[in-house]
């Protein structure tokens, strides 16, 4: 799982990425030093179980992905089966270039689960 956190760190504007379970257990992270991966991952199943909860409510079935844009950066969250990716982005990163390395690392990710 490492090898495709440190290949999507990779993308210029990518600052981190983690993968959490949907309980926010860290199961693997790239973040680097001054980012606490127990805080966004924690913070990741709040959102995650939040943005369920509504889609659930508006009858728009099961969270895929969710973009996020702050002030300051933006956070992509994305469905990998059991786990959920987070990636951590400057805020003028191009997001269809992370959407396309985010859909190609997602299914990369739920072939190694289904191993």
């Known amino acids: 799982?490492?090898?495709?956190?440190?290949?999507?760190n990779k993308i210029e504007g990518v600052n981190g990425s983690l993968l959490i379970g949907k309980d926010g257990i860290v199961v693997a992270a790239d973040l680097g030093t001054e980012t606490d991966e127990n805080a966004v991952a924690a913070v990741g199943s709040q959102i995650l179980s939040s943005l369920q909860g509504a889609l659930n409510r508006m009858?728009?079935?099961?969270?895929?992905?969710f973009i996020i844009t702050g002030s300051n950066g933006k956070v992509i969250m994305a469905d990998a089966s059991s786990v959920l990716l987070i990636l951590l982005l400057d805020l003028d990163t191009n997001i269809g270039l992370a959407g396309v390395e985010v859909r190609q690392a997602i299914a990369e990710i739920r072939e190694k689960i289904q191993m």
Request: net charge positive; hydrophobic share 40%.
């Open 1 to 8: 799982m490492y090898e495709i956190l440190n290949r999507l």
């Open 59 to 65: 009858g728009m079935g099961d969270f895929r992905r």
